[in-house]
């Protein structure tokens, strides 16, 4: 089996220590030197790890200073749920595709920290408009079955934070999400029902509860011709 990269090993630990909380907000981080001995590898692997977390939100640089943690969680103000969630599903419905318990690829279990020997929910699902029934996105959805206990089917068809919340008790912490777009291949095309390639949105998100716990990891395609994103933003003065 195809070990993990370095770098992706030493990335995986740092960000499980800053979400736990062993460093605090502006806390910083020790220097490239001794986390690669500590983790007996190199400064190159080392800065392409912080390089990731870097891009992932949960650090900065200062020049001439050093690496800190950035403040990444979400304000007293806001609704957790909603702030995770990307579609309303009073005016969506949900198509499922795939809805399995599988030991995940290694790509995956390295999003979730687990191992390919946890077992991990696998969800499949295209969103589409309740009133003209046009498909305006597909979700790609991990969770790791150890943190998520009793995941049903019906769930799947709505809102899955809803459950966590009142039935599991979980407590929602914060998310970090990363938008990109590219085109739709043939497999996408099918899936989305498209009758010709068009450019989609992406949304990578991994999500944690309020412990730094990741529960889930996933991975939104939307038709940007059919779906538009709106956010309230207030600034407290």
Same mark, same amino acid.
């Given at each position: ?10 990335? $995986? ?7 736990? $909380? ?127 206990? $009793? ?6 068809? $709505? ?10 008790? &979980? ?14 291949? &043939? ?51």
């Amino acid at each position: 089996m195809k070990e993990a990269p370095k770098y992706v090993v030493v990335a $995986g630990q740092l960000r499980q220590e800053i979400l736990e $909380g062993r460093y605090a907000v502006n806390d910083q981080l020790p220097q490239e030197n001794a986390i690669a001995k500590a983790y007996n590898v190199s400064r190159i692997t080392v800065r392409k790890a912080l390089d990731g977390l870097v891009e992932e939100g949960l650090i900065y640089r200062i020049q001439g200073s050093g690496t800190y943690v950035k403040d990444n969680q979400p304000t007293e103000n806001s609704t957790q749920k909603s702030s995770l969630e990307i579609f309303d599903f009073n005016h969506y419905k949900v198509e499922l595709l795939n809805f399995a318990v599988v030991k995940p690829e290694e790509s995956i279990s390295n999003q979730l920290n687990v191992t390919q020997f946890d077992f991990t929910y696998e969800v499949e699902r295209l969103i589409v408009q309740q009133d003209s029934d046009e498909v305006i996105g597909l979700q790609r959805i991990y969770m790791p079955a150890k943190v998520i206990q $009793g995941m049903r089917m019906d769930v799947l068809k $709505g809102s899955i934070y809803d459950f966590l919340e009142a039935d599991l008790g &979980l407590v929602l912490g914060s998310a970090i999400r990363t938008i990109s777009s590219e085109l739709a291949d &043939l497999k996408l095309m099918e899936k989305l029902k498209l009758s010709k390639t068009e450019p989609l949105l992406t949304m990578e998100q991994r999500s944690f509860l309020e412990n730094g716990q990741i529960f889930e990891y996933a991975y939104t395609y939307l038709r940007p011709t059919e779906f538009s994103l709106h956010e309230s933003i207030n600034v407290k003065a």
